[in-house]
């Protein structure tokens, strides 16, 4: 059969090379859809083999590959390979699957960890099994029992994106041998312990590891062929079945011949090993036939006694079999007897323990809410050298804290299991993080290298009881050593699932190759040479080489050296953060590479690893604390160069600010390394990838240097080739020369096919990481000379794209892209690329250029307004046009007429603002329709819409929209929500906005969401990620209605339910629109029928809101303004020469991965003040003591445009002030933090009280609220703009401007200064209060929605007590010692003071409250009573409250002091006044108050009923306080404080509900001239009422001077 794979194919599948390659489309965006199966069904014993080519590390999991039953021309293909079904069998990871159905776990290797370059097969045998093949290694039978005619499956899923076919042929001989193994003999292998066989020899048959070296190089004919070798199977950690001389191992299986040799070491200490010379290497310890198969415990007695020797006869017991005798088979009896009774979890066990997978997996329930109460145990006791093994299959990041596993005598029958087992005090032994723990308590503190709290999902930990009764513990298979020397003779195995362990299974194939290759880091720390392979010319290195690069024994105070001198560390690394630096013993040799790896690192500080060069002969140096300090050596030709961070010093002095990567972001495993090349230049490099030169003129016989300085805790010099990633070719200098001791530059060309940057380019361009990213140096003093160009020539509809990942603020003009015919080592680099005036194309900021001249202007976008993360891409089709692309959507054809037979190079310009871009994985052919035609498809087949369409969407949306068709249409490109759109202007009344659904996906739940908001799109942040709720119904910043299905929601909250048809069973062609109708009610209209009003009282001023959530993936506006001329409409197109109205932002509408530059996470810097704890991985801060030494900073910088936001959690009433917050506009790493922020004055912007200062120095008051008065709850956040202005923000309001010129990178800044004691970042977009996770909603928001629409009172008026600032608000508590010198009775007061609202300047502003607000039934303004407090009035239970608050409007009395208790007693208002201070007259009511007559009066009435008139006072009220407040109504009254003595004036007044219709508007009775409220008339703005009972008392209001 042919090895091609089948046209038909998942929908993101293109294929290629005849149709043996396979790649998956948009890799970074989507991980499934990835299906592709064999052009024809297999033949029996065909192996269908594919190479993987790529991988990507945006997602988890990997290849999966099968067969399947299922026709391929005919298939509707699922997202996935599991989602097979019809006669399917799919090996995913190491488990396999029918149907879908998991039926085989830990079975062959886990494809999960295979790599680039490994080959996988599946194949079905002539019995009908299913057979996995892996580097051509047979890993045995997967499945039985397969019908014929199946083809093969392979599923480019996750981080799989291409692969290749290589074959479909039957195995070779050698492969066919090993496939006639029977399955029993394989099971009966696999079960066998460990200890006992590994490797097929036994562990006391070495003579050392050269023995084991020599026995492998045998196999590889490079010695004397030895034919009594023992044979093995065909795993990859075993030999080869025959010994010909043509076997070959290859070195993949070499390295883990040599890893299980390591492990056997370790194994033969505990386990009969002995001496490690006795015993042959299998003649001596065979039957005579082919040298058995030996087992470790030396003679393989039938009794199971095992022997302490390292010799054995393998003669003892024997048996002619073919799986080589007894020894083996009864060496494994010792190890624990292989019965039915195998060891699974125990059915009792924990309260949150659920078991599944036959008791043999354990998973903790609720692990996001709870974290223990998850102990398992064994269900019988652990044998003697028994293994005990579990894989952590899952864990969360929520909890500190992590898997502990041991031993305890305790039956589980009999056990009341405790929350954790730390808390048994008798008969048990665990291991907790990398300490032991007996009966609770801490026995040995650091008992092994590794803690359990840092390993990761797949590890293995594994425990076994010995017979002499010591315990040891296993990680990934290897020994940690006695960890109990005696334990009890019976012990059942108990495991912990604690904290962020939260599912494991037990693994009963103890067969530790996979994870010795995948946890090589770890064996290496544990031992430097365990799992390296070494070069093919040196296996065995002399140690005792003088030449060899090792560290020098004087190092600093805190390092020490270990290994013989191969690694260095910080013992107590936690403890001190300096005093690391350490020398290499000799000078280095010209072109000689010196490179360590980092081994292990803490998170406590901040700062990592510097490495660079010095004169200074360690012998005689004094070290300094950290090697930057050292600044001897007053010339260039001596001192210390050191790479710091991104930077360059030379004698303690900053060289070069901006280079290479940030060795502060490496991890454990990176490695660094640095050169001093023959002509002077000094490079560095990073993971193997060069950095360019950072010094020149650097003296020879220079020593080495690294400084293990903060998070870095230990390094090992890497002195094997093998060990060496391949170093780029820097064909500009001489040949670097390898070194015994040193990596040489090996030939490590890029591919012809693999696009980078040319190695020649402009004079200030640096080109780093592999030839994938250039830079501009000294980007603050330089614009131009930067041109960098592709290192070939572009093929037809191939792509060449980068992304822009640094900018500055500093020029005008950006960054300039093109094709050029030049070549480019023809080319002379001119400053700018627009100067070439011949075969060159160029895009400058909306212009198309060609030769130097425009050609055409307004092109469909601007390079100009693109920012950080944005993606430039151009193309160049078969006919000659270009194309650019700008973040993966086309922008259609630049110019024509491109030699479509000559060479064009990619070009890009870093000029003006753009410093730093890189080339994607995307570049390379697109479609292979765009190498033939002019035609470039967009992702997203989607038709325009209707000509004269009016309506456009606003480039401001969710984060997985891409908007397409000038605007008109949106789609959704990932995920199931984050796909808001905002209409492009407000709705007009009576104005239908309509729009028709144009895709659905079935694989989600719930569809569309529409309505309106008073949320404007124009003043959201112009990143697209923040701002914005993943789902409209979570959107509460501003008023929002919206029908989802068929209920009707108001800020989330269910107003109405069955409104009408639901709009979940809307599909492709339905069309929905919402307008605003002139009665303020909000209308949905489905397929054009009018659905009615579905709520009522809505705001003027609203857009339209769609949310594309669910099954609705991608919609287009059909309707058009019947209100304007559709001609006078400018859509927000890229292309137009201004913008639309709302549309000032000239951002480009973001495509094709809007996603690709997500929100920084921000935490809080290890170095920090010293009364500051940090806690919740450095998300909260606490200040332990006193009241200052609390500052902090964020460890990241402050992108623009995204808000950084905390919360205050803790305030201290025993202090005052309060806290302080900004930004600092250097590196704060190692800054020595003062006593409080406004000792900063260098690049320091603080926001204090209410004024905001600058590097100490005034420069604003009376901006936004007074931060000491911020209660805890409030969230506060920091924003720097595009035009580089600091924003504050107060529960998610915008403050305004600040502080302009704010410069890049600046780091948030927060001083925990007085009452504030402890702040938590907020970590999400929401979590403000407002936001929907804390539930709570300010005044603002309730005045202005609920009361208009008549929500239950305790929502209306009654604020979440989250919001409420009286715990701090000083005003408040001087008004409410007013309030208590009126010993009013407290019964007529509400109990719960939380309901008391301030309403003073800083206090309505924290809440973000509005001026003005709707309320009743018919909707009538009100203003809100600034500069007052308001304290809440105990409703009397006559009164029909619901139906006040529904309906009743709001307005407000001034009265005197002495009428406030005859008001209250009577539970209405009266006009009658009188005094109870004798300091202050009280005054009466004005004169016209209630005296003039209305028509049909009492004049008129017969004397009774005049009478009864006389009797029902009449009120005055107003709907502001601006009126009723005045000294008229509200007469002042002095009164002394009684605790600060000092003498206020008060006014009081009532805040009431007035039944509407109760009342006559009129006008004011003052004779003001001037308008007393801009929102009221002076002819309207008073109220009389003598309705008795259309008022209700429910605030008592009180303003103090």
């Not at 070939?792 to 500093?810: H, S, T, Y």
């Not at 508590?1373 to 301030?1398: H, I, M, Q, V, W």
Request: charged content about 20%; some cysteine.
């Amino acid at each position: 059969m042919a090895a091609e794979l089948h046209p038909c194919s998942g929908k993101l599948i293109g294929l290629s090379n005849s149709n043996r390659t396979a790649q998956r489309n948009q890799p970074v965006q989507e991980f499934n859809h990835g299906l592709v199966l064999s052009r024809e069904p297999l033949k029996d014993r065909d192996v269908f083999t594919v190479r993987i080519d790529k991988k990507v590390n945006s997602w988890s999991g990997s290849i999966e590959i099968g067969v399947t039953s299922l026709d391929p021309a005919g298939l509707d293909f699922p997202s996935s390979a599991t989602g097979l079904k019809g006669g399917s069998w799919i090996v995913s990871g190491c488990s396999v699957l029918r149907d879908g159905r998991s039926v085989l776990e830990e079975y062959g290797r886990d494809l999960d960890q295979l790599s680039e370059g490994d080959r996988v097969g599946i194949q079905r045998s002539t019995h009908g099994e299913l057979h996995l093949w892996v580097n051509g290694q047979d890993c045995g039978a997967a499945a039985s029992g397969l019908p014929t005619g199946l083809w093969a499956v392979v599923d480019l899923y996750g981080k799989c994106t291409q692969v290749t076919v290589v074959s479909c042929e039957p195995p070779s001989l050698a492969e066919r041998d090993t496939e006639r193994e029977t399955v029993e003999e394989r099971e009966q292998e696999d079960e066998e312990e460990e200890e006992v066989v590994v490797c097929g020899v036994r562990a006391g048959e070495f003579g050392g590891l050269t023995s084991e070296v020599n026995l492998a190089a045998a196999t590889n004919g490079t010695l004397e062929e030895e034919p009594e070798l023992p044979p093995t199977h065909n795993r990859p950690d075993k030999f080869p079945n025959n010994l010909e001389p043509e076997t070959v191992l290859t070195e993949h299986q070499l390295f883990d011949v040599l890893n299980n040799a390591i492990v056997s070491l370790y194994r033969s200490e505990d386990n009969g090993g002995g001496d490690l010379g006795g015993g042959g290497i299998g003649r001596d310890s065979g039957t005579g036939s082919r040298g058995d198969r030996g087992s470790s415990s030396g003679g393989g007695s039938v009794n199971g006694n095992s022997s302490d020797s390292g010799g054995g006869t393998g003669n003892t017991g024997s048996v002619n079999s073919p799986a080589g005798g007894g020894g083996a088979r009864l060496g494994a009896v010792t190890g624990g007897m292989l019965t039915n009774d195998a060891l699974l979890f125990h059915e009792k066990c924990g309260t949150l323990i659920k078991l599944s997978n036959n008791n043999k997996t354990a998973e903790r329930r609720r692990p996001l809410d709870e974290f223990n109460n998850g102990v398992v145990m064994t269900n019988r006791p652990l044998r003697h050298n028994e293994m005990f093994e579990i894989r952590i299959d899952k864990l969360v990041d929520k909890w500190s804290g992590s898997i502990e596993i041991g031993v305890t005598t305790h039956n589980p029958n009999n056990l009341d299991y405790p929350a954790t087992m730390t808390n048994l005090r008798s008969g048990t032994i665990m291991m907790s993080g990398c300490g032991i723990l007996t009966n609770g308590k801490g026995t040995r503190r650091e008992y092994c290298e590794f803690s359990l709290d840092e390993l990761q999902e797949g590890d293995h930990i594994g425990l076994m009881h010995k017979a002499s009764g010591a315990l040891h513990f296993y990680i990934n298979g290897i020994d940690q050593g006695v960890a109990a020397a005696q334990t009890p003779a019976v012990v059942y195995a108990v495991v912990d699932l604690y904290g962020m362990a939260v599912k494991v299974t037990i693994v009963h194939n103890h067969n530790h190759s996979d994870r010795l290759r995948r946890n090589n880091a770890i064996m290496r720390a544990l031992s430097p040479d365990v799992g390296r392979p070494r070069p093919a010319h040196s296996l065995t290195p002399d140690p005792d080489t003088p030449d060899r690069l090792l560290f020098h024994s004087n190092c600093g105070q805190k390092a020490a050296i270990i290994s013989e001198g191969r690694t260095a560390l910080r013992p107590h690394a936690t403890d001190d953060f300096n005093h690391g630096v350490v020398l290499s013993g000799r000078p280095l040799h010209s072109n000689e590479v010196f490179q360590v790896r980092i081994d292990k690192m803490v998170d406590k500080w901040a700062g990592s690893i510097e490495i660079g060069v010095t004169t200074h002969n360690p012998a005689y140096l004094q070290l300094p604390s950290t090697m930057t300090n050292l600044r001897s050596g007053n010339t260039n030709q001596s001192g210390t160069w050191m790479m710091t961070g991104n930077g360059v010093m030379h004698n303690g002095t900053t060289i070069l600010d901006e280079y290479g990567h940030n060795l502060d972001r490496l991890k454990a495993g990176d490695t660094v390394g640095v050169v001093r090349k023959e002509d002077g230049s000094l490079h560095f490099f990073v993971n193997g990838v060069a950095q360019g030169p950072a010094a020149w003129n650097v003296p020879p016989s220079v020593y080495a240097v690294v400084d293990l300085y903060g998070q870095a805790a230990q390094a090992t010099i890497m002195d094997d080739v093998a060990d060496l990633p391949t170093l780029p070719e820097d064909s500009s200098e001489g040949p670097t020369v390898m070194s015994p001791s040193s990596p040489c530059s090996v030939a490590g060309g890029n591919s012809a096919n693999d696009l980078r940057f040319h190695q020649l380019h402009g004079t200030n361009a640096v080109i780093t990481n592999g030839g994938r990213t250039a830079l501009r140096q000294n980007c603050r003093s330089e614009f131009n000379d930067a041109i960098v160009i592709s290192n070939r020539c572009l093929r037809d509809g191939e792509l060449f794209e980068i992304v822009i990942q640094k900018m500055v603020d500093r020029w005008s003009g950006s960054i300039e892209a093109g094709v050029t015919a030049i070549r480019p080592e023809e080319l002379e680099f001119p400053n700018t690329m627009t100067d070439i005036d011949y075969d060159t194309w160029m895009l400058s900021g909306t212009a198309i250029m060609q030769d130097g001249n425009t050609m055409r202007n307004n092109y469909g976008c601007d390079l100009d307004t693109l920012t950080t993360g944005s993606r430039i891409g151009m193309m160049r089709s078969a006919t000659g046009d270009l194309h650019y692309y700008i973040n993966g959507v086309d922008q259609g054809v630049a110019c024509t007429g491109l030699p479509p037979g000559k060479e064009v190079y990619a070009v890009i310009d870093l000029y003006g603002q753009c410093v730093q871009v890189s080339i994607t994985s995307s570049s390379g052919p697109q479609d292979n329709s765009l190498c033939t035609s002019n035609i470039t498809e967009r992702s997203f087949p989607i038709h325009s819409p209707v000509a004269g369409v009016a309506h456009r969407l606003h480039s401001k949306h969710g984060k997985n929209v891409v908007l397409l068709g000038e605007g008109c249409q949106a789609v959704r490109v990932g995920g199931y929500a984050h796909g808001i759109v905002f209409s492009a202007k407000e709705l007009k009344t009576d104005e239908l906005f309509e729009v028709k659904i144009d895709e659905v996906d079935d694989q989600w739940s719930g569809s569309l969401h529409m309505g309106l908001t008073t949320l404007a799109p124009p003043e959201l942040p112009s990143c697209p990620m923040s701002g914005l709720s993943p789902s409209l119904t979570q959107l509460r910043s501003k008023v929002t209605w919206l029908l989802a299905g068929s209920e009707v929601r108001r800020n989330g909250l269910l107003q109405r339910q069955n409104y009408g048809a639901s709009l979940d069973r809307l599909t492709v062609g339905n069309r929905v629109g919402v307008k605003r109708c002139s009665d303020d009610t909000m209308h949905v209209l489905i397929d054009g029928e009018d659905m009615g009003p579905a709520a009522t009282a809505v705001a003027k001023n609203v857009y339209a809101v769609l949310d594309l959530y669910g099954r609705v993936t991608a919609v287009s506006i059909v309707s058009s303004s019947v209100l304007e001329d559709a001609g006078s409409v400018k859509a927000p197109s890229l292309s137009s020469d201004s913008c639309s109205e709302g549309e000032e932002d000239r951002t480009p509408v973001e495509g094709g991965e809007p996603a690709l530059v997500p929100n920084t996470v921000m935490a809080f810097l290890e170095n920090h003040g010293k009364n500051i704890q940090l806690s919740h991985e450095n998300l909260t801060a606490a200040r332990v003591s006193s009241y200052n030494q609390g500052l902090l900073v964020t460890a990241q910088p402050l992108p623009r445009q995204q808000l950084f936001q905390f919360q205050i959690d803790r305030l201290n009433a025993s202090w005052t002030s309060s806290l302080s917050l900004g930004v600092i506009g250097h590196s704060p790493d190692r800054l020595n933090f003062p006593s409080t922020a406004c000792c900063l004055k260098r690049s320091v912007w603080l926001l204090q009280r209410d004024s905001v200062f600058h590097n100490s120095l005034k420069i604003c008051e009376n901006y936004g609220p007074n931060l000491d008065t911020c209660p805890e709850g409030t969230v506060l956040g920091l924003l720097v703009d595009g035009n580089s202005c600091l924003h504050l923000y107060v529960n998610g309001m915008d403050q305004g401007v600040a502080a302009q010129d704010i410069p890049t990178p600046c780091y948030p800044l927060i001083d925990l200064y007085g009452q504030c004691e402890q702040v938590t970042i907020v970590t999400n977009n929401v979590a403000t209060v407002g936001g929907e996770s804390v539930k709570a909603r300010c005044q603002g928001d309730m005045e202005k929605a609920d009361m208009v629409d008549g929500i239950k009172e305790s929502v209306c008026w009654m604020p979440h007590p989250e919001v409420n600032p009286n715990k701090t608000c000083e005003y408040q508590a001087l008004c409410s010692r007013f309030k208590d010198l009126l010993t009013l009775p407290d019964g007529y007061f509400n109990e719960d003071a939380k309901y008391n609202l301030c309403y003073c300047e800083s206090c309505h502003k924290l809440r973000g409250d509005e001026s003005y607000y709707k309320r009743g039934e018919p909707p009538r303004d009100y203003a809100l009573p600034f500069g007052w407090c308001r304290f809440a009035l105990r409703i009397k239970p006559h009164c029909d409250v619901s139906n006040s608050f529904k309906q009743w409007h709001i307005a407000y009395h001034g009265t005197s002091v002495g009428a406030l208790r005859r008001t209250l007693d009577h539970a209405q208002l009266l006009s009658g006044t009188s005094s109870i201070f004798s300091v202050s007259p009280v005054k009466t009511e004005g004169p016209n108050g209630y005296s003039e007559p209305e028509e049909n009066s009492s004049n008129s009435l017969p004397d009774r009923d005049r009478e009864r008139d006389r009797e029902v006072p009449r009120v005055q009220l107003s709907p502001t306080m601006r009126y009723s407040g005045l000294e008229m109504f509200a007469p002042k009254v002095q009164f002394r404080d009684p605790r600060s003595h000092c003498c206020h004036q008060a006014q009081v007044g009532f805040q009431v509900c007035v039944r509407p219709g109760s009342y006559k508007v009129g006008p004011q009775t003052l004779g003001a001239i001037e308008p007393l409220d801009p929102r009221f008339s002076n002819t309207e703005i008073e109220w009389i009422t003598k309705d008795q009972g259309g008022t209700l008392l429910y605030g008592l209001l009180i303003r103090v001077e």
